[in-house]
């Protein structure tokens, strides 16, 4: 199972992070309890049957539920009494899939002209599997299980270690704090019985390296950090020799076991062997506030050789007990095989939780792909064919939080000195526009242009992007995550399930050449929109988009002075007002100004929706070249409807909430 060709699981083992910071602030970040997962799409690894007989098997999930099926389609789940992979059915309940107690055989090669499964691609003819309801249980099942046993493994060092009462559950992290140079370490491991082949000279490489290219890499480790935070943050990693485990790999690949049992037992014994045998300082590694190491990787030799979240799986977790030497201890960790050879998206993936506790943004119970999807190395952007090796950049925000990119507020009502009219934004500027929501400063809408060049190269799409961002969204419910994409195309196809990101997600100016409130129905048919969570007006919208180039311009719409509307009617004709649609409006007042040609009559009128029709609510018909009128709006949907009742000509509409 090489680690260039399969997803590392952060396995049910970890306690991970969710952000929960005010997003108006880089002053510091705090996070709280989670876990964390990276996900898998379809991904091969290879498994050893009783007798010899090799089985390629395809993932789709995380390290709290995972499909497992052949390349044929048929489900296929570990049986421990066969100590084997049997062949899978959903149960008869629905609620879980079972062994049929058969072991499962290697599928017949298909024909030439038949297609086959890739970790790109969906399997062939797969034969139904659980519901997503069931999927979501699951995923709730494991996670409560983990909250649990983090709970227990607390609650049993309280007495002897008083002081540490955040160690265990890892309950607030400022990761801003974190210096410009971070010093992690990775311990690489071999077995008696199996010796490593990818040397240390390769593994520092592969980590540290500022030119380096090996096992098709465009960068290191160290690399990328430096590439997306414009040179704020430096990882690099100590790496140890070979230290070889006392027993042979079997011992350790028990698939009678979880993967966290056998792990942290060579996990304990490399860290005593490096502390005791080689004196090495751990003092000298970045450790958080509470003296908890940041950056601590474990490789081991060969393939994984485990079922999965088994044995020696590779996965991300809290070491217990933990290990303390020269004034610091352990907290988290990432252990993974190395195979024949590494690419550093899954690394660099991990490192996000362990050093920031930046939370995943997919969907765990695999109702759908995310929001963010592919557009972020903490959804799928480090996990396809090509930015495995090149991976995209972390989404706008989590740069925001963790210091290396600025932010300029553009909503008036927060930044007196706020810009307006036409704007520009270039990718990897390491700046950002915002549009916070006074009523609650941690809800805002990020902008930023992406260009598929750079870092960016492997984007799904290219042009200018919008984030709805609030910590208070799960990321299990597609339809309100921390980090929402405001979808281009409004299809909303990964959240929908039906890919993970294409080119028609940003706003570029060809396809769609607005953002606005979008239609009365937004929210309940669940399409893309500047409303506030609440259903409320954010008073945001943007206008004139440039197509895809490095540097997007757009025109910001919604202004201080309210929003500005023109037109031309003929004798006898009438205008709706906005752009012949609607808005949604949270209550307040309305104020409208309708400015027409001197010579003419138009009259002005607000309308509401009643749930059937458009009624008039308020008018201005004094016949003059000015009609303006003040309403004290209900939170319902309104549109304004201008009349020329004599005359013709071009007005101007002025609408302020």
């Not at 540490?164 to 309950?171: K, M, Q, R, W, Y």
């Not at 000195?417 to 390491?430: I, N, R, V």
């Amino acid at each position: 199972m090489p680690y260039t060709t399969r997803l590392r699981a952060i396995s049910a083992a970890c306690s991970a992070v969710l952000l929960s910071a005010l997003l108006t602030s880089t002053a510091s970040l705090w996070v709280s309890t989670a876990q964390a997962a990276i996900p898998y799409a379809n991904q091969p690894f290879q498994f050893r049957q009783p007798g010899g007989n090799t089985l390629t098997i395809y993932l789709s999930g995380n390290s709290f539920f995972a499909e497992q099926r052949l390349a044929d389609g048929r489900l296929v789940i570990y049986d421990t009494k066969l100590k084997g992979y049997a062949y899978g059915r959903v149960s008869a309940d629905g609620t879980t899939i079972e062994s049929t107690g058969q072991l499962a055989l290697a599928p017949a090669k298909a024909k030439a002209d038949q297609p086959q499964a890739t970790a790109e691609t969906s399997m062939v003819q797969a034969e139904p599997g659980l519901s997503p309801a069931a999927r979501a249980a699951l995923v709730k099942q494991a996670q409560q299980q983990l909250f649990g046993q983090q709970q227990q493994e607390h609650t049993a060092h309280l007495h002897d270690e008083p002081a540490d009462d955040a160690a265990a559950l890892a309950t607030d992290i400022s990761t801003s704090a974190l210096p410009a140079t971070v010093k992690g370490l990775t311990v690489i491991i071999q077995f008696p019985d199996q010796a490593g082949t990818i040397s240390k000279t390769q593994v520092e490489s592969f980590l540290n390296d500022l030119n380096y290219s090996g096992f098709g890499n465009a960068q290191s480790v160290r690399g990328y950090f430096r590439t997306v935070s414009a040179g704020k943050l430096d990882y690099q990693n100590s790496v140890t020799r070979y230290y070889t485990a006392k027993k042979n790999k079997a011992y350790y690949t028990d698939n009678s076991l979880s993967a966290s049992v056998r792990s942290m037992e060579l996990i304990s014994e490399a860290l005593n062997w490096l502390d005791k045998t080689e004196g090495f300082d751990f003092s000298t590694l970045t450790t958080n506030s509470s003296k908890q190491i940041l950056g601590l990787n474990f490789f081991y030799a060969g393939e994984a050789d485990s079922a999965w979240s088994k044995g020696l799986w590779p996965h991300m977790g809290g070491l217990s007990p933990k290990f303390c030497a020269d004034g610091v201890c352990t907290s988290r960790y990432q252990i993974t095989n190395m195979g024949t050879n590494m690419a550093i998206g899954t690394f660099v993936h991990e490192s996000g939780h362990l050093l920031f506790g930046w939370p995943d943004l997919y969907d765990y119970d695999g109702s759908s792909e995310g929001s963010v999807a592919a557009f972020c190395l903490m959804g799928y952007g480090a996990i396809g064919a090509q930015n495995k090796f090149k991976p995209t950049p972390p989404v706008g925000v989590l740069r925001h939080l963790a210091g290396w990119d600025s932010v300029v507020e553009l909503n008036p009502k927060l930044n007196s000195q706020a810009p307006s009219g036409l704007l520009s934004h270039t990718s990897e500027s390491h700046q950002l526009y915002r549009w916070s929501n006074p009523a609650n400063t941690a809800e805002a809408f990020y902008l930023e242009a992406i260009h598929q060049s750079g870092q960016q190269q492997y984007q799904p799409d290219q042009g200018l992007v919008v984030w709805h961002v609030d910590p208070s969204g799960d990321n299990s419910n597609e339809w309100k995550p921390y980090i929402q994409m405001e979808h281009a195309d409004g299809k909303r196809d990964p959240e929908n399930k039906r890919n993970r990101s294409d080119a028609t997600d940003l706003y570029d100016g060809n396809s769609t050449a607005e953002f606005n409130r979008n239609f009365p129905n937004a929210l309940t048919s669940k399409g893309t929109n500047s409303l506030w969570w609440n259903g409320s007006d954010s008073g945001f919208a943007l206008a004139q988009i440039s197509t895809p180039a490095p540097t997007i311009s757009f025109q910001l719409v919604a202004a201080a002075s309210g929003e500005t509307y023109s037109g031309n009617l003929a004798s006898g004709a009438q205008a709706i007002v906005p752009n012949n649609s609607y808005f949604q409006y949270g209550g307040g007042t309305l104020r409208l100004t309708l400015t027409g040609p001197a010579t003419a009559n138009f009259d002005l009128y607000l309308q509401r929706w009643n749930g059937s029709s458009w009624v008039n609510v308020a008018q201005s018909t004094s016949g003059t070249a000015k009609e303006s009128l003040s309403y004290a709006a209900n939170s319902a949907y309104y549109r304004v409807l201008i009349k020329a009742v004599s005359g013709s000509g071009s007005y101007t509409l002025k609408l302020e909430k």
